[in-house]
Nanobody, 125 residues
Framework: VQLQASGGGLVQAGDSLRLSCTVS????????VAWFRQAPGKEREFSAA????????YYEDSVKGRFTISRDKAKSTVYLQMNSLKPEDTAVYFC???????????????????WGQGTQVTVSS
């Protein structure tokens, strides 16, 4: 399984970006794909996740209402639509896949089996 993240860039506060994560190889019906982010000097933190099969979504409170995660099964791609971006959203964004998709640990980075390479998002004030 390989994940390829793309779509990052430099934007101004209030702007929007859409990140893409293309998954190649096996995808499992119970799996979950998530977006994590890591700002300089900070730990990697959960942003959003989606169950590949049923499409249930999960969000961190700081992005709820601004970010939307979705998936296109035909394209094996997960998207993260980010609206109303803030300078504090600046980070490297990683997509990751958890084969088991256990809901109780969906926010825990250590549970994810495969990771993409990351894409930089910079929001200027």
């Amino acid at each position: 399984v390989q994940l390829q993240a793309s779509g990052g860039g430099l934007v101004q506060a209030g702007d929007s970006l859409r990140l893409s994560c293309t998954v190649s190889g096996d995808t499992f019906s119970n799996s979950a794909v998530a977006w994590f982010r890591q700002a300089p000097g900070k730990e990697r933190e959960f942003s959003a996740a989606i169950r590949w099969g049923g499409g249930h979504t999960y969000y961190e409170d700081s992005v709820k209402g601004r970010f939307t995660i979705s998936r296109d099964k035909a394209k094996s791609t997960v998207y993260l639509q980010m609206n109303s971006l803030k300078p504090e959203d600046t980070a490297v964004y990683f997509c990751a896949l958890d084969v088991r998709g256990i809901v109780t640990s969906i926010r825990i980075a250590g549970q994810y089996d495969y990771w993409g390479q990351g894409t930089q998002v910079t929001v200027s004030s």
